[in-house]
């Protein structure tokens, strides 16, 4: 089927999805663009519900609707468009069944969001608790994370949830606490890092059994949430 307007109805509802939250929450879907992120999500079991695309994927996608360029430029979140564009189910949460386990609390910013899943997924992190953050299934999260977000198990929560019972809490702060690289992780394990700019919510960093921090002998003041997440991710797993 060939769509030649961007009044189209399935247009409408991908441009929906792709700038709203609350609908990508109502109707439990969320969008992807590009073909390695299509891919990645078949790969993880994810098969889109509907997949758009311009002339030069139509072999590919036998069931896709094609769309005209102007169309796919209309409707693309990045500066070149790839002229693929698909919407999805989002997957069900899975429990948290690893010992090492990554929290973020209050994270709002999506590039951080999907960089901290990427770097997880990539030193075999399986488990991630989301307390509210930013969304997970924005375009801008899913373009960050690079497929990570379908190989990660991502439990999304309002306070630190009950499932940490078991574990040692650690919440990462900026300074006066042990130094990370002091702590041996050998047990169930779980690292809180916190909101940008404040932190750890004062109610979860009570809640936490120890806290961290990363020793900087430098200039700088503070580390880039993510920056700060590759290093803790390092130290959770090192000698595992």
Known sequence: MNIVS????????YNKLAK???????LGKFVLEGER?????????????MIFCTEK?????????????????RISETKSTQGIFAVCTKPPEKPVKSDKVIVLAGLQDPGNIGTIIRTADAMGITDIIAINTADIYSPKCTRAAMGSLF???????????EILQ????????TGGAADVRSVSFDKKSAIIIGNEANGIPEEIL???DMRITINMPGNAESLNAAA?????????????
Do not use: M, Q
């Open 206 to 208: 009570e809640k936490s």
């Open 57 to 73: 994927f139509a072999e590919k996608y036998d069931n896709a609707y094609i769309i005209t360029e102007a169309i796919a430029e």
């Open 6 to 13: 961007a009044d189209n109805a399935k247009i409408k509802e």
């Open 166 to 173: 078991g574990y040692t809490v650690y919440a990462a702060v």
């Open 37 to 49: 992120l299509v891919s990645d999500a078949a790969l993880g079991g994810i098969i889109p519900e």
């Open 20 to 26: 709203h939250k609350k609908y990508r929450d109502e």
């Open 228 to 240: 700060a997440a590759a290093i803790l991710i390092w130290e959770l797993r090192r000698g595992t």
């Open 151 to 161: 190989h990660v198990n991502i439990v999304c929560a309002n306070s630190l949830p």
